[in-house]
């Protein structure tokens, strides 16, 4: 069964850098697109970006370019969502869900990781 | 391209059919998906293609719809239905979602 396991919940500060992962288990996901997905507090869902693991292409969304990075590694069967300075505004829980080519809907999700960005 | 979500909130009773309209600013031909969200859990796919249930789905739950409206529907309220709907496109690679329709007892 191919499941997606993302990493604890984190509380960090203002200005810390942050490596949240999903790993893929069982077969279908190399050959699978790998999406992040924000999740406010209270509010709805918005695509981040996503990436395919066997070669790493990546796009993003406009409103996150330039404000995460989304990465992989494919021996590893692991998707990262990286930043470099957080902020308070990116308290959110976030999740990873499969796409099977792009665009595509997301048809497996992993359970989410809640980020706290608070000082 | 932008989804429009109507009502945004629905208060029905079990045993009650209801419906949610998803509404997109442009013709997305059918790649429309269904998801429902419980509160502190991941989404999970209904219905993609606008009308194509994904497996496991109880036969309750129905899509319809094509180009830029689309509805889903709940033919008997259970008690583990009331949750929050979320609609997304896949026409455009954005993959854009409505703002969600939380579904509460009345």
């Known amino acids: 069964e191919v499941q997606l396991v993302q990493s604890g919940a984190e509380l960090k500060k203002p200005g810390e850098s942050l490596n949240i992962s999903c790993k893929g288990s069982?077969?279908?996901?190399?050959?699978?697109?790998i999406a992040w997905v924000r999740q406010k507090p209270g509010k709805g869902l918005e695509w981040m970006g996503n990436?395919?693991?066997?070669?790493?292409?990546?796009t993003y969304s406009p409103s996150f370019q330039g404000q995460v990075i989304i990465s992989a590694d494919k021996s590893m069967t692991t998707a990262y969502l990286q930043w470099t300075n957080l902020k308070a505004s990116d308290t959110a829980m976030y999740f990873c869900?499969?796409?099977?080519?792009?665009?595509?809907?997301?048809?497996?999700w992993g359970r989410g990781t809640l980020v706290t960005v608070s000082s | 391209i932008q989804m429009i979500q109507s009502p945004s909130t629905l208060s029905a009773s079990v045993g009650d059919r209801v419906t949610i309209t998803c509404r997109a600013s442009?013709?997305?031909?059918?790649?429309l998906a269904w998801y429902q969200q419980k509160p502190g859990k991941a989404p999970n796919l209904l219905i993609h293609k606008a009308s194509t249930l994904d497996s496991g789905v109880p036969s309750r739950f129905s899509g319809s719809g094509s180009a830029t409206e689309f509805t889903l529907s709940i033919s008997s309220l259970q008690p583990d239905d009331f949750a929050t709907y979320y609609c997304?496109?896949?026409?455009?690679?954005?993959?854009?979602f409505g703002q969600g329709t939380k579904l509460e007892i009345k």
């Open positions: 997304q496109e896949y026409s455009s690679f954005s993959c854009n």
């Open positions: 442009q013709n997305i031909s059918v790649w």
């Open positions: 869900a499969r796409q099977v080519t792009i665009p595509w809907f997301f048809d497996l």
């Open positions: 069982g077969s279908g996901f190399t050959n699978s697109w």
């Open positions: 990436i395919y693991p066997a070669d790493s292409d990546t």
